[in-house]
């Protein structure tokens, strides 16, 4: 079975390499990600998952098709990737000192059918000053990802503390991954 990774998010195809899974990127599907009203965040986040398996659905027997989505959630708000700078020191400013949680969904879609799973990870940040976000936010690394940071990078200095999937902060949640792989009959640690 042939891996096709409905994504245009390097970090979903750093962490793919990573446990050695052998896959092609398929160009990011062009689907509308505005929640729907009243969707809850977690029905949100799967449903982005799913519809971005389906879109780079190839028809073929012998190939699964993987999406997934990542929302930063503080209270009942979804934060997704900020518009602008100000919108970044806005979402930052916000998380300062709170607790949010960050819920990422993976679906595989092949011709068995569809899975999705998820993780739900619970990220406490420290108590930050304006000129300390402003900075962050001026370092661009916040500009395309969820909730305007990112863990794995410079944004680490944000964090107290974190309960759950790492990976599933990142982007696509390992453990979860692993199973979606074992369920399609895809490989994982392959010299690739
Ligand atoms: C919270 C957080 C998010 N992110 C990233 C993961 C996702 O790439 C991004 C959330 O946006 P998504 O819409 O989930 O994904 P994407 O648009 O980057 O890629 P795709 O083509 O698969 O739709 O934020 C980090 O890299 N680090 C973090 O700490």
């Known amino acids: 079975?042939?891996?096709?990774?409905?994504s245009g998010s390097p970090r979903r195809a750093e962490l793919l390499r990573q446990i050695g899974v052998p896959f092609r990127v398929?160009?990011?599907p062009d689907i509308d990600e505005t929640p729907q009203p009243?969707?809850?965040?977690?029905?949100?986040?799967?449903?982005?998952?799913?519809?971005?398996?389906?879109?780079?659905?190839?028809g073929q027997s012998d190939q699964a098709v993987m999406g997934a989505d990542t929302?930063?959630?503080?209270?009942?708000?979804?934060?997704?990737?900020?518009?602008?700078?100000?919108h970044a020191l806005a979402m930052l400013t916000a998380l300062s000192g709170r607790e949010h949680q960050v819920i990422s969904a993976v679906c595989i879609h092949c011709a068995a059918g569809e899975n999705v799973q998820?993780?739900?990870?619970?990220?406490?940040?420290?108590?930050?000053?304006?000129?300390?976000?402003q900075a962050y936010v001026a370092t661009g690394e916040g500009r395309d990802k969820a909730g305007a940071y990112g863990i794995q990078g410079l944004g680490g200095a944000l964090v107290a503390t974190l309960n759950g999937s790492y990976s599933g902060v990142v982007g696509l949640p390992l453990e979860q991954t692993v199973t979606l792989l074992d369920w399609a009959g895809i490989p994982y640690w392959q010299r690739l």
């Not at 079975?1 to 409905?6: C, I, N």
């Not at 930063?72 to 518009?83: A, C, N, T, Y």
């Not at 998820?118 to 976000?133: E, N």
């Open 1 to 6: 079975m042939e891996l096709l990774l409905a």
């Open 118 to 133: 998820q993780s739900l990870t619970r990220v406490h940040f420290r108590a930050l000053d304006k000129a300390t976000l």
């Open 71 to 86: 929302a930063v959630v503080l209270g009942e708000q979804i934060l997704g990737k900020p518009r602008d700078d100000a």
């Open 38 to 58: 009243g969707e809850a965040p977690l029905a949100y986040v799967r449903r982005m998952a799913r519809e971005k398996a389906a879109a780079g659905a190839t």
């Open 26 to 28: 398929l160009k990011a």
